[in-house]
């Protein structure tokens, strides 16, 4: 068969050959309806009849992987998608590296590699049920179909680890499938299994902050997962990563329509002063402190998924060869680790400071490192907009000991420049720093929806180009047709 292209006869799409593997593919059509289920019970709330104007994967070909066209939800056609198989490819780092890659699970690693997949899949669906809220308020049709085309991929990221779960697995993996559709964001009892993933997504520009930190965090993951001497994981990492740009994208524009929309009214106001919070706010728009106060938040909740700092799992994860680092096949090094030294942040004394470790103990600090480094390149690029309308304030990333749950810092208190602070301290001007119950009422006061085509909230400046290169006035979503 055709590798670059999808197979969309059956139930479920797919470049696996499913047609000749009939143990999976019962395996998938018997989860189908469960996954339908928890669609329906906890995917976007309303808007499910609605035509969204949608992209699916048709082929995994780089060069033209999706057709667009409007689509009812429910009717996605959600599949398994893995990139091409590199032939002959070896494990590229750890104590196996050199070896074949893997086409089957390794015994000796198989619970590992199961929790692995289990722990990334959980947090597929988990995002989708943080932001079934956010339909109804959307700030244009363009951003409604934005929403949905990020929750419908990720709804196939579960397909694709569900995939893996099935068909390497076993009956554990059988079981763990059931669970992905059982747990529930912010459960008190079946929780999500990572905190970030657990937490709100209140409003639009929680949604764009959790698309350009928290996705991004899925990207740093994936990026490790697609280095795995397990190569189906490796295949199916890669393509997920073609769909979760997207979501990035999304998270980025966004932020700087918000912050581009600010200035500009703030310019035609002649305000020039971004503290001045009241008048900022009466032009119905979100002042730039608020906005930072966001993006410390999601930085923060987003940090704590890289783990703690120094971690024997990650070591052994890497070592075994099921996980690598961030682009692993560009890294200059033995890719084995096993002598080498990497700087850690930790808490020693009670105070901040670098600390030579391991480094195969200290993957998860340099992934976090890396990511830090990819986050600040679109943080840039937000500066740039607010300095050419000429507002004098600037976007920072708050130091990464500031509000952690996990790791290091979880047992202080740290200000945004990583100065730790008393209990009381802490109290006193935590609404420095985080959004205060004031700021997410403003906030939520503005969420008033505009599903005229064309039109945009008052608060969020107009794309610069529509998706597909659709026209500015193009209808996105045809809600009357619910
Ligand atoms: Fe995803
Ligand atoms: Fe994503």
Redesign the pocket.
Known sequence: MNIAQVDYDGLIPNNVGLGQDLRVKHALEKWHPGYINWWNDMGPEGFQESLVYLRTAISVDPKGWAKFDYVRMPDYRWGVLLAPQHEGRKIPFGMHKGEDAWQEVPGEYRAMLRRLVVIQGDTEPASVEQQRHLGKTAPSLYDMRNLFQ?NVE?GRHLWAMVYLLQKYFGTDGREEAEALLQRRSGHADTPRMLGAFNEKTPDWLSFFMFTYFT?RD?KMQLEALAQSGFDPLSRTCRFMLTE?AH?MFVGETGVTRVIQRTCEAMKQAGINDPTNIEAVRKLGVIDLPTIQKKANMHFSLTLDLFGNEISTNAANAFHAGLKGRYREDRLKDDHQLEGGTYPVLRLIDGKIQNEDSPALSALNMRLRDDYVVDCNVGVGRWNKVIAEIGIPFEIKLPHVAFHRHIGEFASIKADVSGNVLSDADWTKRRNEFLPSDADREFIEGLMQPQFEPAKFASWIAPPRVGIDNKPGDFEYVKIADA
Do not use: A, I, K, P
Request: charged share 50%; no cysteine.
């Open positions: 990020v990720e996705d899925g979760e979501h």
